[in-house]
């Protein structure tokens, strides 16, 4: 008997070869398949759109807390996932089921038939079709790559959009400088809609303000129209008209201040009868994994030394790292030894090189089912030539062995990161899927 688990596989399966590319960024395909679903796009909840290089789903994490802390619902789709392909669709606050994930492909497969449909498209189209059909009050939608071409980006009047901040990635598609990838992402914008940025490089700001300008999309810049300042664990924000204090942040390190206070602003703009309370309790509850996640329980944590701090995080890039190499100085001033995957898309250089001032030695592996993954002599090369010591493992388990041999004798801490990829592998063999 088949499962509907094992018909949802198939389909997605299926989804993966219906066009020769994994990536073809344009909007038409997806618009067309939008038209036969009937144009579910159309009739959505009202939508809060994000783009940007990092942050964009610790944003939408803030704000699917804060509204829920509220008493009302929302919709959600992101990528990539970690573990499973329904961590991309969230349903009024649940992550969709077996049955209804599989009824749902199955239903844009038979409509799409063998029409050329990358990945992405005609799983973003799905989504919107499941979002049409079940009430919410929002419909939080995080672009999957850049902003003009991405296929969510057919929202033809959004409640609010929202740029997190941008740095250089996905250059062969994006551009392969800040100007030219900041006017992909502003492709978001929409005359007469309001669009918050994080505060950007002069660069990336200079491509956002002109668009804006040239669309007529009203434009709110972190440190020019309002402003966010970290305050012990929490956050102020302070807007034209209101301040509001976050004393806690459920998400970890300075840099998610910027990303609650980035989510207050654009949420109070789309919901401005949102209370203080409900952002306060939001902000506290919020929840993203893989986004420096403490493991303490699971398949990998090793109960024979129960000193050792084991975290998790998604970093991948430069900016990534930078923050993360800030918030390991906070979380304890003890030596951190990294076990590191990575992507073959980018210099593992550029990654490690920020972490080199507080990481004392390095684990590599090759990340198990993915044809980019970087190989673990690589990456070990790398870190050697940046000074730091480092050796490869097999698999993550011995990784993790070697990792915990080395914390012990050092009073190291554990820190996974350098892909998302790498962290879905993780929690997956730990055990401790998203929920």
């Not at 994000?50 to 929302?74: D, H, P, Y």
């Not at 992101?78 to 669709?89: A, Q």
């Not at 007469?192 to 505060?199: D, K, L, T």
């Not at 070990?380 to 990792?403: H, K, R, S």
């Amino acid at each position: 008997m088949t499962t509907d688990l094992a018909r949802a596989e198939a389909a997605l399966e299926r989804l993966m070869h219906l066009h020769p590319k994994l990536i073809d960024l344009g909007l038409d395909r997806g618009l067309g398949l939008l038209a036969k679903l009937g144009d579910p796009h159309l009739n959505l909840p009202p939508v809060i759109h994000v783009a940007g290089t990092n942050g964009k789903g610790s944003t939408l994490a803030f704000i699917r807390a804060m509204i829920e802390a509220s008493g009302q619902t929302c919709h959600g789709y992101s990528s990539p996932h970690l573990v499973r392909f329904h961590e991309r669709i969230r349903i009024a606050g649940t992550l969709i089921n077996d049955r209804d994930l599989a009824d749902l492909l199955e239903e844009v497969e038979a409509i799409n038939g063998d029409e050329p449909m990358t990945f992405f498209e005609i799983t973003t189209a799905a989504a919107m079709l499941a979002f049409q059909r079940h009430p919410a009050d929002a419909t939080l939608l995080e672009t999957g790559l850049g902003g003009r071409a991405d296929s969510t980006n057919v929202i033809p009047k959004p409640a609010v959009s929202i740029i997190t901040p941008i740095a250089r990635d996905h250059e062969h598609f994006l551009g392969d400088n800040l100007a030219a990838i900041a006017r992909e992402k502003a492709g978001i914008m929409r005359e007469g809609v309001a669009c918050f940025s994080a505060a950007q490089h002069p660069e990336a700001l200079s491509s956002l303000i002109s668009h804006a300008e040239a669309i007529g999309a009203p434009l709110y810049i972190e440190g020019r129209d309002f402003s966010v300042s970290r305050q012990g664990d929490g956050a102020m924000i302070t807007l034209p008209e209101r301040k509001i204090t976050l004393p806690q942040l459920g998400l970890r390190g300075d840099h998610q201040a910027e990303n609650a206070g980035l989510a207050v602003a654009g949420l109070l703009h789309a919901f401005p009868q949102l209370d203080d309370q409900a952002l306060i309790n939001g902000a506290k509850q919020a929840e993203w994994p893989g986004r420096i996640q403490p493991l303490t329980h699971g398949h990998l944590v090793d109960q024979t030394h129960p000193e050792t701090e084991i975290w998790l995080d998604g970093a991948h890039n430069a900016h990534g790292a930078e923050a993360l190499a800030k918030t390991l100085k906070q979380l304890n001033d003890r030596p951190w030894v990294l076990v590191c995957g990575a992507l073959n898309t980018r210099d593992p250089k550029d990654f490690l090189r920020p972490l080199q001032p507080v990481v004392d030695h390095v684990i590599t592996l090759t990340i198990p089912d993915q044809e980019a993954a970087l190989a673990n002599h690589v990456i070990a090369d790398a870190a050697a030539d940046l000074g730091v010591e480092a050796q490869t493992a097999t698999d993550l388990e011995t990784a993790m062995n070697t990792a915990y041999r080395i914390a012990h004798q050092a009073g190291a801490s554990i820190i996974i990161a350098g892909s998302l990829y790498l962290a879905g592998h993780v929690l997956r063999v730990n055990g401790t899927l998203p929920q």
